[in-house]
C-alpha cells in the first residue's frame, strides 16, 4: 500500500490529538504508511500549533505503519503534494464563536454557530479566506481531496464547488451518530440495519429505517422517546415519519430554543476554559510516556464517526455508505440542482457515488424547510464572496429562522462585512 500525507488547515486546534488517537484506531492492516503535516497561522497559533504537533507525534510515536507528523505554517509548503487535506480552521477562534451564539439572542433568535444569524456571520468570516487555501490547493496539490469539517459545513461547501474547482466533500459526524442511536432503539447492531436520510448540512432526517428481513421505521418510532436529546416533540415526528439530527429543533422549535439559551453561558466561553486546560496539560504530558490520557476531553467524535471511516473507503477501496454533504445535481427533483444535500453514498477509490433517492422521502412541510433553505444559501454565497449586501439582506429574508425585512436588516447591521469581529 504507497504511503499517503494528509494536509491538516487548523491543525493548531486542541482537538486535533484525537485525530492522531483515531488513526491509531484504524486497523493496521489498513492503514496506510502516513505523512501529516499540522498546518497553522503564523503569529498567536504558533505556539498552540507546536504544542499540538508535540503531543501528536508522541501519540503515535510506536505507529506502525508508522505515521510521521510534521507542523507548519508556511501553507504553500505545507499543502504541496497531498493527497488529501482535512479542512478545519475556525476563523476568529472561540471569540468568534461565543460572538455567534450570542448576538442573535438580542434579535429574537437562539444563537449558534452554524446556523441563523450565527451561522450566516460564521460563513461571513469563513468562506472568504477557506476559498483562498483551495485556491492555493488547486494550485500546489491539484488530485487531491479535501476533506471539509469547518462550519458552517454545507455552506463553505456550495462556495467551493462555485467558486473552485477543488475535489471537495463536506463531512458531519451528526446523521451517522443518529443512525448508530436509531440501530439500538430497534436492537440491532449497527451493520444489520439500513438507514435512508435526506436533508442538507444541519437540517436533515433519517427517513427510512429496514434491515432484510423488512420495514423497521415503525418500531422506531415507537421508542422515539427514547431519544430525548434531539429536542423535537415526538408527536411531530411520528406524524412526519422522519426522524431528525438535533440541530432540526432549531428550526422546529425556535421560541424554546432561545429560551433555553436566556441566562447560559455560551459553549464557546466552556470551551476557552477547555482549551486553556488543554494546552497546559499538553505541557505537563512533555514528561509522560502515555500521554494518551489527557485525549476525549474535546469530544471530537468526528475523527472516528466520519473523518477515519471516509479516508479508509477511499484509500482501500471499499465502496462503503456513509451519509455526507455532495451537490444535487438534480438527485432530488424538487430542490434547485446548486443546492449541496446530505445523503447516503457508496464511497471508493474512485469517489462518491449516491445512492437512488425516493421522490416521496419527505412531507411537503419539510421539504418547504429545506427549499428555504436551499434558497438562502445560493444568495448568500454570492453575496459574500462579491461582498453584494443587497444581496446578503435578501438571502437573510429567504431564511426559515428570519421572519422579516426588518430582522434580516438588524442582521447585516451587526455582521457587515468580517461577521462582527475582528479576526
Not at 501519540?59 to 501553507?75: C, D, G, H, K
Not at 447516503?344 to 474512485?350: E, G
Amino acid at each position: 500500500m504507497p504511503p499517503i500525507t494528509l494536509a491538516v488547515l487548523g491543525g493548531s486546534g486542541v482537538g486535533t490529538p484525537e485525530l492522531f488517537h483515531a488513526l491509531l484506531h484504524w486497523p493496521a492492516n489498513a492503514r496506510p504508511e502516513m505523512r501529516v503535516i499540522l498546518l497553522g497561522r503564523p503569529g498567536r497559533s504558533e505556539h498552540k500549533l507546536e504544542r499540538v504537533r508535540q503531543i501528536s507525534q508522541r501519540l503515535v510515536r510506536q505507529a506502525n505503519p508508522p505515521i510521521e507528523v510534521e507542523s507548519t505554517t508556511n501553507w504553500r509548503a505545507g499543502l504541496a503534494g497531498a493527497d488529501y487535506v482535512l479542512n478545519q480552521v475556525r476563523i476568529g477562534g472561540l471569540a468568534a464563536r461565543a460572538h455567534d451564539e450570542t448576538f442573535p439572542q438580542a434579535l429574537g433568535i437562539a444563537g449558534e454557530e452554524t446556523i441563523g444569524p450565527g451561522g450566516f456571520a460564521n460563513a461571513l468570516r469563513t468562506i472568504p479566506p477557506v476559498l483562498e487555501a483551495l485556491r492555493l490547493v488547486n494550485e500546489v496539490a491539484p488530485q487531491a481531496v479535501v476533506l471539509n469539517l469547518t462550519n458552517p459545513a454545507g455552506i463553505v461547501q456550495h462556495a467551493a464547488g462555485r467558486y473552485t474547482d477543488t475535489r471537495f466533500i463536506s463531512l458531519c459526524d451528526s446523521p451517522m451518530t443518529l443512525a448508530e442511536d436509531v440501530a439500538k432503539l430497534v436492537k440491532l447492531p449497527r451493520e444489520e440495519v439500513h438507514i435512508d436520510y435526506l436533508g442538507m448540512n444541519h437540517l436533515g432526517w433519517i427517513t427510512g429505517v429496514h434491515n432484510e428481513a423488512g420495514d423497521l421505521m415503525d418500531q422506531a418510532l415507537e421508542r422515539i422517546e427514547q431519544l430525548p436529546y434531539l429536542g423535537v416533540d415526538s408527536t411531530y415526528i411520528r406524524a412526519t415519519r422522519a426522524i431528525p439530527i438535533p440541530y432540526v429543533r432549531y428550526y422546529l422549535h425556535p421560541q424554546r430554543m432561545l429560551a433555553q439559551q436566556q441566562g447560559k453561558t455560551p459553549r464557546a466561553r466552556q470551551l476557552q476554559e477547555l482549551e486553556k486546560e488543554l494546552l497546559a496539560a499538553f505541557e505537563q504530558a512533555e514528561a509522560e510516556d502515555d500521554p494518551s490520557r489527557i485525549l476525549g476531553r474535546r469530544g471530537a467524535l468526528w475523527y472516528s464517526a466520519i473523518i477515519i471511516p471516509v479516508l479508509d473507503a477511499m484509500v482501500n477501496d471499499r465502496n462503503s455508505i456513509w451519509v455526507v454533504n455532495i451537490v444535487n445535481n438534480d438527485q432530488v427533483s424538487w430542490l434547485p440542482s446548486e443546492t449541496v444535500i446530505e445523503v447516503p453514498v457508496h464511497i471508493n477509490r474512485r469517489g462518491i457515488h449516491p445512492l437512488p433517492i425516493p421522490e416521496d422521502t419527505l412531507s411537503e412541510g419539510l421539504r418547504a424547510l429545506l427549499y428555504a433553505q436551499a434558497a438562502y444559501e445560493a444568495l448568500a454565497v454570492p453575496a459574500i464572496v462579491e461582498q453584494k449586501r443587497d444581496l446578503a439582506l435578501q438571502a437573510l429574508v429567504a431564511h426559515p429562522l428570519i421572519r422579516s425585512i426588518e430582522q434580516a436588516e438588524a442582521v447585516v447591521q451587526a455582521v457587515w462585512p468580517a461577521g462582527g469581529i475582528e479576526v
